[in-house]
């Protein structure tokens, strides 16, 4: 199984970005997917995630109305639509993978996990 995270760079506040998650070796039908990250020095925090049907996505109240979590079945991808981005989204983005559509927002949980992608938000 591997989970390949990409689509970071550096933006302007105010900006966008999308992040993509492949998957190989397993399927995001069966699988619910987190969207973390992690700024240096911080511990890694949830973003939001959507259910293996793909019917319920939830959110960190700091990226509400900003962040969009999408999935292609077809191609077996989750996206991260980051819109309005402000520079206290730098962070590294990881996408983890995991059986149960149950506590979404805890990293513990996550059986796989994507190598991360660097995301940078200027002032």
């Known amino acids: 199984v591997q989970l390949q995270a990409c689509g970071g760079g550096l933006v302007q506040a105010g900006g966008s970005l999308r992040l993509s998650c492949a998957a190989s070796g397993l399927s995001f039908t069966r699988y619910s997917t987190g969207w973390f990250r992690q700024a240096p020095g911080k511990e890694r925090e949830f973003v939001g995630g959507i259910t293996r049907r793909g019917d319920i996505r939830n959110y960190a109240d700091s990226v509400k109305g900003r962040f969009t979590i999408s999935r292609n079945s077809a191609e077996n991808t989750v996206y991260l639509q980051m819109n309005d981005l402000k520079p206290e989204d730098t962070a590294v983005y990881y996408c983890?993978?995991?059986?149960?559509?149950?506590?979404?927002?805890?990293?513990?949980?996550?059986?796989?996990w994507g190598q991360g992608t660097l995301v940078t938000v200027s002032s």
């Open positions: 983890g993978a995991r059986t149960s559509d149950s506590n979404l927002q805890y990293s513990r949980y996550y059986k796989y």
